[in-house]
């Protein structure tokens, strides 16, 4: 059964099922060791529990359960220097794989919200800076105009403790929660302006993604579908093109290019955007030299 992970706490015990190096239906123990870990390398929303039980490469994908056999958990990575079990493992918690689920089997894809901030952790020196007596929550560092945020009067320096009746205790947590809730209905934002609470009603708007066909830039990047990085990792510094689906047997997957890559600079040159990579591919008069980013490493991949 699907249980319910925001009832998890550090120290409690939890079992890992997977296929550690192909050895079928591996089991191994460990305990929680941290929730709502954030900053691994890499794209997309992160809110992590992370445990001791072994997990190794062929785990991800497999079940991160409970002592009651309840799943609380998809292991999906590891830090590790040498690539093999370290005792840091990492898994998606079942909240945000259920919310996932109902987004696909309602609308056949998830509908990512965006409040329209830029915010940062309240550390207990920013926290005594600003006057306040808990050091828990994400503190506005900027407020995109015309955003659902601006609308609702959200300004930076306000911290925000609660969106939707779910605590904030993070940055990262505040975007994964506002990336998972029902878009264009009245939500309640609780924050705390110099030290007062406050609350505002928000309505999220979806993030719009421009996408285009890679073989109207050259076909050598034919089969590929490129796409503008969301607005959340746009806020956060992160620049490039993301490669959303490369079709088998394209021109693009004979040239080495897969879902999920991130094209960051073509012939040596920076790329920021899709205007940028469009100009970059015309200046190039024939040469395509692709710099893509996979996971956590970097590669060079020539267009032929």
């Known amino acids: 059964p699907l249980a319910n992970s925001d009832q998890l706490r550090v120290g409690d015990f939890v079992v890992a ?8 239906q591996t089991v191994t123990s460990g305990i929680v060791s941290a929730l709502g870990r954030s900053g691994l390398k890499g794209l997309g929303f992160q809110n992590f529990i992370q445990t001791d039980a072994s997990i190794n490469p062929g785990n991800s994908g497999g079940a991160l359960v409970d002592l009651s056999g ?6 999906s990575a590891i830090f590790s220097p ?3 079990n370290v005792g840091i493992g990492f898994a ?13 089997l309602s609308y056949g894809e998830v509908r990512r919200g965006n409040l ?15 006057g306040l007596a808990q050091s828990r929550g994400a503190v506005v560092t900027q407020v995109l105009p015309g955003s659902a945020a601006d609308k609702a009067g959200i300004e930076a320096g306000d911290v925000i403790t609660k969106v939707a009746s779910k605590n904030v205790r993070s940055a990262a947590e505040l975007e994964n929660i506002e990336g998972l809730l029902p878009l264009e209905q009245a939500l309640p ?8 609470p406050q609350r505002r009603e928000v309505s999220l708007q979806a993030s719009v993604t421009q996408r285009i066909d890679a073989e109207s830039l050259d076909p050598r990047m034919a089969g590929a579908t490129l796409a503008e990085l969301p607005l959340n990792l746009r806020q956060r510094g992160v620049k490039g093109v993301q490669i959303l689906e490369v079709q088998r047997d394209s021109r693009a997957a004979a040239n080495g290019l897969q879902d999920g890559d991130l094209i960051v600079g073509v012939n040596r040159y920076e790329v920021s955007n899709l205007v940028q990579l469009q100009t970059l591919v015309e200046r190039g008069k024939g040469r395509l030299l692709l710099t893509v980013y996979r996971g956590r490493r970097a590669y060079l991949v020539p267009m032929r």
Do not use: H, T, Y
């Open 17 to 24: 099922v997977g296929n550690p190096f192909g050895l079928g």
């Open 82 to 84: 040498s690539g093999g």
């Open 116 to 130: 329209g901030v830029q915010a940062q952790d309240l550390s207990p020196d920013l926290a005594r800076a600003l």
């Open 92 to 104: 998606i918690p079942s909240s945000l794989a259920r919310s996932v689920m109902d987004q696909l």
């Open 70 to 75: 309840g799943l609380v958990g998809i292991n």
């Open 189 to 196: 934002v609780e924050l705390l302006r110099d030290g007062k």
